[in-house]
T-cell receptor
Framework: NAGVTQTPKFQVLKTGQSMTLQCAQD?????MSWYRQDPGMGLRLIHY???????DQGEVPNGYNVSRSTTEDFPLRLLSAAPSQTSVYFC?????????????FGEGSWLTVV | AQKITQTQPGMFVQEKEAVTLDCTYD???????LFWYKQPSSGEMIFLIY??????QNATEGRYSLNFQKARKSANLVISASQLGDSAMYFC????????????FGQGTELSVKP
């Protein structure tokens, strides 16, 4: 049982490049979400999904795209990377809103945009 | 608007003593959950404790307890018998139920345990 797997763990991008952060979970969770964490701050929600084919915006969605074609995968796409997107990105998954503490986080992806 | 406030950017505690990390929250919803996570310098998010809004008793998990005061909208984390390994960032978070599992985080408290 791998839980939530994020790749890559570290990435350096040039301004204007695009890339995709991958997130996969093997727990058949319906809910998945992406957060970013900037230095000295808590996590902020970028996008989330309540099931395959359903996504919605969070607090800081600009510059990011998501899709959910399968229950297992929830990739986050940076369309044209900017230095302001330098951050640590976390993917999370859970069964539903009422299952107590069953929220699982990936190990994080460190992204630097130069 | 839903919000989590952690007013202590940094805290020091002597090893083996207890420490309380403050968290207040704001929501008009009745059904929600409150979480505490630990983030060591390695960066991973480690779940510590959970309190549901309808739970009548304060949650406890080993050396961690959550002092839940619903009327005051506070959910303070108490760590008893602090250990050097408790030095880390601590985040309080809220999930409003039936809203897609989203978490709203506070800005965190950096705890340093002194030998």
């Amino acid at each position: 049982n791998a839980g939530v797997t994020q790749t890559p763990k570290f990435q350096v991008l040039k301004t204007g490049q695009s890339m995709t952060l991958q997130c996969a979970q093997d727990m058949n969770h319906e809910y998945m979400s992406w957060y970013r964490q900037d230095p000295g701050m808590g996590l902020r929600l970028i996008h989330y999904s309540v099931g395959a084919g359903i996504t919605d915006q969070g607090e800081v969605p600009n510059g990011y795209n998501v899709s959910r074609s399968t229950t297992e995968d929830f990739p986050l796409r940076l369309l044209s990377a900017a230095p302001s997107q330098t951050s640590v990105y976390f993917c999370a998954s859970s069964e539903d809103s009422f299952s107590g503490n069953t929220i699982y986080f990936g190990e994080g992806s460190w992204l630097t945009v130069v | 608007a839903q919000k989590i406030t952690q007013t202590q950017p940094g805290m020091f505690v002597q090893e083996k003593e207890a420490v309380t990390l403050d968290c207040t929250y704001d929501t008009s919803d009745q059904s929600y959950g409150l979480f505490w996570y630990k983030q060591p310098s390695s960066g991973e998010m480690i779940f510590l404790i959970y309190q549901g809004s309808y739970d009548e008793q304060n949650a406890t998990e080993g050396r961690y307890s959550l002092n839940f005061q619903k009327a005051r909208k506070s959910a303070n984390l108490v760590i008893s018998a602090s250990q050097l390994g408790d030095s880390a960032m601590y985040f309080c978070a809220m999930r409003v139920n039936n809203q897609g599992g989203k978490l709203i985080f506070g800005q965190g408290t950096e705890l340093s345990v002194k030998p």
